[in-house]
């Protein structure tokens, strides 16, 4: 089992920024791919954005990209999720996930079919919130 613990969300005006991380442990026994998954009230749960295990390639929703950037912080086992610009429609919960597998190229649809598989971890979800 792989545990997931964000931090960092909070309210902040349209415009603004924030910075969430997730720290994963337990037991990884293999290379570990992570990203991003935020959820609105009466919404789908949507993929936000992604990093191999070796930081060499990063995936996003169309809808962050120029805005967002995920990294690899301090471990391989750590990512952060730079948000700038955020608007009103970034308001969601804010789930860390990462494959119960090794995936080469966690895009956004590989990411999106395990999760739909019940084949990701998840984190608790930090609450992001913009005001207009």
């Known amino acids: 089992q792989v545990q997931l613990v964000e931090s960092g969300g909070g309210l902040v005006q349209a415009g603004g920024s924030l910075r969430l991380s997730c720290a994963a442990s337990?037991?990884?026994?293999?290379?570990?791919?992570m990203g991003w998954f935020r959820q609105a009230p009466g919404k789908e749960r949507e993929f936000v954005a992604s990093?191999?295990?070796?930081?060499?390639?990063?995936y996003y929703a169309d809808s962050v990209k120029g805005r967002f950037t995920i990294a690899r912080d301090g471990t391989k086992n750590t990512v952060s999720l730079q948000a700038d610009n955020l608007k009103p429609e970034d308001t969601a919960v804010y789930y860390c996930?990462?494959?119960?597998?090794?995936?080469?190229?966690?895009?956004?649809?590989?990411?999106?079919?395990?999760?739909?598989?019940?084949?990701?971890?998840w984190g608790q979800g930090t609450q992001v919130t913009v005001s207009s």
């Open positions: 996930t990462a494959p119960v597998r090794y995936l080469r190229a966690p895009t956004a649809q590989a990411m999106g079919l395990m999760a739909r598989a019940n084949a990701t971890y």
């Open positions: 990093i191999t295990w070796n930081a060499d390639t990063t």
């Open positions: 337990g037991h990884i026994t293999y290379n570990l791919a």
